[in-house]
């Protein structure tokens, strides 16, 4: 992040003063230049002060400390004809030695220079201030240690259609996997692979469960409601298909309670070392979208996100307005404070040639590309760093050979 100013620039206006700005260009390997930033244009000055800016350091220097980074002047003209008023140049290594007097650069204009013999210089450019952040990533955080539980919840209403009919979104066909058991292999196939101990809790919502047919919108695919864990994305497939012959498909299509559910335990995790991803898959339409929106609001705050795979033909139109992509999601007049929720329709991803690998790879790509960036905002907004990666493992009893 740095912040220029300039003196005494030269008078490039006929009426006025000038109207100066920077442009920085990165020079490149074979000695061609390509700019890197553009500064805002101050109006009417020969002294301006801009405004400080952020750019990544590859971008200005591909991370050579003393590659050559070169600064042209200019004084703006409505009509695009901007007038040159000189050039200096500098590196990443001199820059970052931040204010001082290596860091105030004579403006040189070759043309004047040429003609004039008492030419001095067109003014002169100052750096008035130089701070390097460093960005952590997604896998950073990993390395660190950081946790990514990951949590299934399933749709069991009525409109999916009878599991045994071949018509329904759970018909359980011998041959081949249905639409939400692709959702679920595709995304948590990738998940996994980022969850240490492989245990996912599944949970189902919208059906009445044995013995006495009581409603729940929250139940444990596995029937354990003290340990919903299962082993793997094959023990979250068995627990589905067992649940599937046990309970009865019903209504209605509430979201809230199991957005609660995990948002419970997210909340008592705030430091970083946990994250908490939780998919549901459903064909339609929310009952309880008040609720919903209300339950993600809260859960904005806490570090998880949400995915939600649509399945079916069904509209879904509500879900588009939880993505809060375009626009950010309210409730009661309260705004979630990051974006967490990502919405996909599995029929966009559905191979027209059938080739379900395909479909199951590139649904999970989109599904899985925000989530990266709603972790990080998640531990940005916190100011949680990563913990440094541990040393690689060395296995033990193997002493270093030494030298006789």
Same mark, same amino acid.
């Given at each position: 992040?740095?912040?220029?100013?300039?003196?005494?620039?030269?008078?490039?206006?006929?009426?006025?003063?000038?109207?100066?700005?920077?442009?920085?260009?990165?020079?490149?390997?074979?000695?061609?230049?390509?700019?890197?930033?553009?500064?805002?244009?101050?109006?009417?000055?020969?002294?301006?002060?801009?405004?400080?800016?952020?750019?990544?350091?590859?971008?200005?220097?591909?991370?050579? #400390?003393?590659?050559?980074?070169?600064?042209?002047?200019?004084?703006?003209?409505?009509?695009?004809?901007?007038?040159?008023?000189?050039?200096?140049?500098?590196?990443?290594?001199?820059?970052?030695?931040?204010?001082?007097?290596? =860091?105030?650069?004579?403006?040189?204009?070759?043309?004047?220079?040429?003609?004039?013999?008492?030419?001095?210089?067109?003014?002169? @450019?100052?750096?008035?201030? *130089?701070?390097?952040?460093?960005?952590?990533?997604?896998?950073?955080?990993?390395?660190?240690?950081?946790?990514? =539980?990951?949590?299934?919840?399933?749709? *069991?209403?009525?409109?999916?259609?009878? +599991?045994?009919?071949?018509?329904?979104?759970?018909?359980?066909?011998? &041959?081949?996997?249905?639409?939400?058991?692709?959702?679920?292999?595709? @995304?948590?196939?990738?998940?996994?692979? &980022?969850?240490?101990?492989?245990?996912?809790?599944?949970?189902?919502?919208?059906?009445?469960?044995? +013995?006495?047919?009581?409603?729940?919108?929250?139940?444990?695919?596995?029937?354990? +409601?003290?340990?919903?864990?299962?082993?793997?994305?094959?023990?979250?497939?068995?627990?589905?298909?067992?649940? !599937?012959?046990?309970?009865?498909? &019903?209504? +209605?299509? =509430?979201?809230?309670?199991?957005?609660?559910?995990?948002?419970?335990?997210?909340?008592?995790?705030?430091?970083?070392?946990?994250? #908490?991803?939780?998919?549901?898959?459903?064909?339609?339409?929310?009952?309880?979208?008040?609720?919903?929106?209300?339950?993600?609001? =809260?859960?904005?705050?806490?570090?998880?996100?949400?995915?939600? @795979?649509?399945?079916?033909?069904?509209?879904?139109?509500?879900?588009?307005?939880?993505?809060?992509?375009?626009?950010?999601?309210?409730?009661?007049?309260?705004?979630?404070?990051?974006?967490? @929720?990502?919405?996909?329709?599995?029929?966009?991803?559905?191979?027209?040639?059938?080739?379900?690998?395909?479909?199951?790879?590139?649904?999970?790509?989109?599904?899985?590309?925000?989530?990266?960036?709603? #972790?990080?905002?998640?531990?940005?907004?916190?100011?949680?760093?990563?913990?440094?990666?541990?040393?690689?493992?060395?296995?033990?009893?193997?002493?270093?050979?030494?030298? !006789?």
């Amino acid at each position: 992040m740095m912040q220029f100013c300039a003196n005494k620039l030269d008078k490039k206006d006929f009426f006025g003063k000038s109207d100066p700005f920077l442009v920085f260009f990165r020079s490149n390997e074979d000695g061609t230049f390509t700019i890197c930033h553009k500064t805002e244009v101050v109006k009417n000055t020969l002294n301006p002060v801009w405004q400080a800016f952020t750019i990544p350091v590859r971008a200005l220097c591909n991370g050579d #400390f003393d590659r050559t980074i070169k600064v042209e002047v200019y004084d703006w003209d409505r009509d695009g004809s901007h007038d040159f008023i000189g050039e200096f140049t500098t590196n990443y290594r001199e820059l970052s030695r931040g204010q001082s007097q290596f =860091n105030v650069y004579e403006v040189l204009n070759p043309k004047k220079k040429a003609k004039k013999k008492k030419y001095i210089n067109s003014g002169t @450019v100052t750096l008035l201030s *130089f701070v390097v952040e460093t960005e952590s990533t997604f896998l950073d955080y990993i390395r660190g240690g950081t946790q990514i =539980n990951f949590t299934v919840a399933i749709d *069991f209403t009525a409109s999916n259609g009878h +599991p045994a009919q071949p018509t329904s979104l759970h018909y359980m066909n011998p &041959y081949q996997l249905n639409t939400y058991a692709m959702a679920l292999k595709a @995304v948590g196939e990738i998940i996994q692979d &980022y969850d240490s101990d492989k245990m996912f809790p599944a949970l189902g919502f919208g059906a009445k469960l044995p +013995p006495d047919g009581r409603i729940s919108h929250e139940f444990a695919l596995n029937g354990n +409601p003290h340990n919903p864990y299962c082993q793997g994305i094959d023990g979250v497939m068995e627990a589905y298909y067992l649940s !599937l012959k046990s309970v009865q498909l &019903y209504g +209605p299509t =509430n979201f809230a309670p199991v957005i609660n559910h995990v948002a419970r335990y997210a909340a008592s995790v705030k430091d970083g070392s946990q994250y #908490f991803v939780l998919l549901i898959i459903t064909d339609g339409v929310i009952s309880d979208m008040a609720q919903t929106k209300e339950s993600i609001v =809260n859960a904005a705050c806490f570090p998880m996100s949400i995915i939600i @795979v649509g399945v079916g033909p069904a509209e879904f139109d509500a879900m588009e307005e939880l993505d809060g992509d375009e626009v950010r999601i309210s409730s009661r007049g309260r705004y979630a404070e990051r974006d967490i @929720v990502q919405f996909v329709p599995f029929r966009d991803y559905v191979d027209r040639t059938g080739n379900h690998v395909l479909s199951m790879a590139r649904l999970a790509k989109d599904v899985l590309a925000e989530i990266p960036d709603q #972790f990080l905002s998640y531990m940005k907004s916190r100011g949680i760093k990563p913990s440094p990666a541990p040393p690689p493992y060395t296995p033990p009893g193997y002493p270093l050979q030494t030298q !006789l």
